[in-house]
C-alpha cells in the first residue's frame, strides 16, 4: 500500500467526500462514487476506470496501460504510473476521469 499515492487521491476526491467510499478491491484500496468504483491503488499502482469512449486515447499516452491481472485487460480500466500522477493537477485529471465514469454507470438502468 502507498500511503503518499492514497493520500493524493484521497485530496483530489475532497470536493466529492459525501459521495465516496473507500474499500479494499484488487489487492489495494479503491474509491467508490455513490457505489461505483473510480479509482484506486494497488501495488504502488493509480487505476482509473475510465469512460470507453476515452479508452483509445488514453492508451496512447506514455504513461497509461491496460489494467490485466488475468492476461486479459479488464474492460474501461486503466493502469497509470507515477509520471502521469506526480503532481496534483495530474491526480485531478485522473480522479475526474474516474468520477466521469461512474456517473455514466449511475444514469444507466
Known amino acids: 500500500m502507498n500511503e503518499a499515492l492514497l493520500k493524493s487521491i484521497r485530496s483530489a476526491l ?11 478491491m484488487f489487492g489495494g484500496t479503491c474509491f467508490l462514487y455513490h457505489g461505483k468504483m473510480c479509482v484506486g491503488e494497488t501495488k504502488s499502482r493509480l487505476m482509473v476506470r475510465v469512460p470507453s469512449n476515452k479508452m483509445e ?7 497509461v496501460k491496460p489494467m490485466d491481472f488475468t492476461g486479459k485487460p479488464l474492460k ?4 497509470v ?3 502521469g500522477y506526480d503532481t ?6 485522473w480522479v475526474e476521469m474516474g468520477i466521469a465514469h461512474a456517473k455514466t454507470k449511475l444514469t444507466k438502468k
Open 57 to 63: 486515447e488514453l492508451l496512447a499516452l506514455p504513461y
Open 14 to 24: 475532497s470536493h466529492w467526500e459525501g459521495a465516496i467510499e473507500e474499500k479494499r
Open 88 to 93: 496534483q493537477e495530474k491526480m485531478q485529471y
Open 76 to 79: 474501461e480500466f486503466i493502469f
Open 81 to 83: 504510473s507515477e509520471a
